[in-house]
C-alpha cells in the first residue's frame, strides 16, 4: 500500500534583476543563478530509488542538457538517433532501465504502480533508436498500459496494478509517454489514447466546484489510497503532463494530418488553463500555494508552486494566445521570485549549502502538518525543479522583446518517494 508521496523540489532560478552570465559557464547553465545549480542537479541525480524519480530525472536531463531533443525543442520529430554517451539524460536513463522485466515492470519495477515505469518510457524510445532492446521494452510497456491495466468505467487506466485507482500523478508518468511513441510509430489510435487519457482522468478528478479555485483537481479517487483533497503538487503533475502531450500534439508533423487534432489541443489548452486559473484563485501563504490549495489551514509549500508555475512558462511558449495576457507571467514569475527569496525567518528557500528547497510535505505523509526542511526523511527521495531565466529579464519583458521561443523558464525534475 502507497504510504506517502514526497515532493521536495530543488530549484535552480535566478534573480529578475543582477544576473550575469560569464565565459566559464557550461551549455547547460548559460546564465550565473544565486547559487550553485550544479549541486542541485548532482543531488538530484544521486538520490533517486524509485521508477517515478528515474523517469522523471532522465527527462529533466534531457530537458536541461539538451532541450532540442526534448519535446518542448523546436523539431523534436522525426525522434533523433542520439547516442547516449553524449547525452547526459539517455545515460542516465540507460542505467537504470531493467531490460528483460514483463508487465507494467518492461522497463523497471514499479512496485505496484502501473504509472510510474511509463515515466522511462521516453528515454527508452530515443535509446531505441540506436539499441533496438530499449525500443522492445518500451513497446512490451506500451502493449501492457493500453491492452492489460484496469480501467475506470470510462476507460482512464488505474494507475495501481491492485486496484482501480486514478492518480492525478499519472498523467505526468504515462499520457507523455503514450504520445511520444504514438507520434514514433504515427499510429492515430494510440496518439488519440494519449488524449483520451487526459479527457478521462479529467470527468473524474476535477473538483465539482464554482469557488475561486475552481478547475483544480482531486488527488486520488479509489478503493485504497483515496484523498479527495486538492493538493497542490497533484494538479501540478496533472497540468504539466498534459502539457508534453499537447507538445506532441503540437509539433508533431504526424499529427497535424489528423482531423482531430485541432480539438485535441483545444481540450488539452483548456484542461491546462483550468488548472492553472484554479492555483491563481486559490489562497497563498507568503507568496507559495498551499500545501491543499483550497485550506487556509496548510503551509505553502515549494513543490506544486514550482510545478505549476513551470507549467505555466511552458504553456505561455506553447499556447501564446491563450496566454498572452499578463495576468499568467504576473503570477508565475511572483513564485519564482518568492523561491529566489528568502522566508520571514531570513532563511532562504534554496540551500546555497545542499540545494535542498523548503518548505516541503512531509515524504511519508503528504497531510503532515509539520512542513519538512532537509530534502530527505525517512530514507525517502528528493524532487526537484530546474529554473533557467534570462539574463535581466522578467516573463513580461521577455515577450514584449520577442525572445519567448527562446526562454526556458523551468526545468523539471520531480523525485517523489512511494513505499
Not at 521508477?51 to 519535446?71: C, D, I, M, Q, R
Not at 489514447?193 to 475561486?212: D, H, I, K, M, P
Not at 513551470?310 to 523561491?339: Q, S
Request: with cysteine; proline share 5%.
Amino acid at each position: 500500500m502507497l504510504a506517502s508521496i514526497l515532493p521536495t523540489i530543488l530549484l535552480a532560478l535566478h534573480l529578475v534583476q543582477g544576473c550575469h552570465a560569464t565565459a566559464s559557464d557550461s551549455v547547460a547553465f548559460p546564465f550565473s543563478p544565486d547559487f550553485n545549480i550544479e549541486k542541485v542537479t548532482a543531488l538530484a541525480q544521486s538520490l533517486p530509488s524509485h521508477s517515478w524519480e528515474f523517469g522523471t530525472t532522465a527527462e529533466a536531463l534531457l530537458e536541461l542538457y539538451n532541450p532540442e531533443y526534448a519535446v518542448f525543442g523546436d523539431a523534436p520529430f522525426p525522434v533523433p538517433t542520439l547516442s547516449k554517451d553524449g547525452v547526459k539524460g539517455l545515460a542516465y536513463a540507460a542505467s537504470k532501465i531493467k531490460l528483460g522485466g514483463k508487465g507494467s515492470d518492461g522497463l523497471v519495477n514499479g512496485n505496484g504502480a502501473v504509472g510510474d515505469p511509463a515515466s522511462l518510457g521516453v528515454s527508452a524510445v530515443l535509446l531505441g533508436r540506436e539499441d533496438a532492446r530499449y525500443m522492445d521494452a518500451a513497446k512490451q510497456t506500451i502493449g501492457y498500459l493500453t491492452g492489460s491495466t484496469r480501467r475506470w468505467w470510462n476507460g482512464a487506466i488505474s494507475h495501481r496494478r491492485d486496484v482501480t485507482e486514478l492518480w492525478a500523478d499519472f498523467l505526468y508518468m504515462a499520457p507523455p509517454f503514450l504520445a511520444y511513441y504514438a507520434a514514433h510509430t504515427q499510429n492515430a489510435t494510440l496518439l488519440l489514447e494519449s488524449v483520451n487519457q487526459c479527457r478521462g482522468y479529467r470527468q473524474v478528478l476535477r473538483a465539482n466546484t464554482t469557488a475561486s479555485y475552481k478547475g483544480t483537481w482531486h488527488h486520488i479517487i479509489g478503493p485504497q489510497s483515496a484523498d479527495w483533497g486538492l493538493w497542490s503538487t497533484s494538479n501540478a503533475w496533472a497540468a504539466a503532463g498534459m502539457a508534453r502531450v499537447l507538445a506532441v500534439i503540437v509539433k508533431s508533423p504526424f499529427a497535424k494530418t489528423l482531423s482531430w487534432r485541432d480539438q485535441a489541443a483545444t481540450d488539452l489548452n483548456w484542461y491546462i488553463r483550468e488548472i492553472i486559473e484554479g492555483a491563481m484563485g486559490s489562497p497563498l501563504d507568503k507568496g507559495l500555494l498551499r500545501n491543499y490549495v483550497n485550506d487556509n489551514s496548510w503551509f505553502g509549500e515549494v513543490s506544486g508552486s514550482a510545478l505549476l508555475a513551470a507549467t505555466t512558462y511552458r504553456m505561455m511558449l506553447l499556447r501564446p494566445k491563450t496566454f498572452e495576457d499578463p495576468k499568467y507571467a504576473k503570477w508565475a514569475d511572483g513564485i519564482r521570485k518568492t523561491l529566489a527569496g528568502v522566508d520571514v525567518q531570513g532563511r532562504r528557500y534554496v540551500s546555497e549549502e545542499t540545494g535542498v528547497v523548503a518548505p516541503a510535505v512531509n515524504p511519508l505523509n503528504w497531510r503532515d502538518r509539520n512542513p519538512v526542511r532537509t530534502g530527505e526523511s525517512g530514507g525517502a527521495g528528493v524532487c526537484g525543479a530546474y529554473v533557467r531565466c534570462v539574463e535581466g529579464l522578467c516573463v513580461e519583458e521577455y515577450m514584449q522583446e520577442g525572445l519567448i521561443n527562446d526562454f526556458v523558464a523551468l526545468e523539471l525534475c520531480i523525485f517523489l518517494n512511494r513505499n
